[in-house]
Nanobody
Framework: QVQLVESGGGLVQAGGSLRLSCAAS????????MAWYRQAPGKQRELVAR???????NYADSVKGRFTISRDNAKNLVYLQTNTLKPEDTAVYYC?????????????WGQGTQVTVSS
């Protein structure tokens, strides 16, 4: 089994920053991609940023220039540095990963971490 555990969410004022972390553990041969999604109340879950092995990271237009995704491959960690936060960034942020084990690739989700940005 694989677990994704997020941390780093919280309450912050507009203009502030948070650093989200996600740790993958369990039966892992390789991690093809790691990403952050978010879901605001009443809205669909949306991709925030994705880091695919061998490719440059990609970002949602709404966060370009403010958020940065990074990975620590040795520790199976992915981070999301969020800067210049806006009230519209308020959402539950989910870690997502495509992980291979024994020749099988599966899609995994973390439990989510709440980010609340006050105006």
């Amino acid at each position: 089994q694989v677990q994704l555990v997020e941390s780093g969410g919280g309450l912050v004022q507009a203009g502030g920053s948070l650093r989200l972390s996600c740790a993958a553990s369990g039966r892992i041969s390789s991690i093809d991609s790691m990403a952050w999604y978010r879901q605001a109340p009443g809205k669909q879950r949306e991709l925030v940023a994705r880091f695919t092995s061998g490719a440059s990271p990609n970002y949602a237009d709404s966060v370009k220039g403010r958020f940065t995704i990074s990975r620590d491959n040795a520790k199976n960690l992915v981070y999301l540095q969020t800067n210049t936060l806006k009230p519209e960034d308020t959402a539950v942020y989910y870690c997502n990963a495509l992980i291979s084990w024994n020749g099988v690739t599966r899609n995994y989700w973390g439990q989510g971490t709440q980010v609340t940005v006050s105006s």
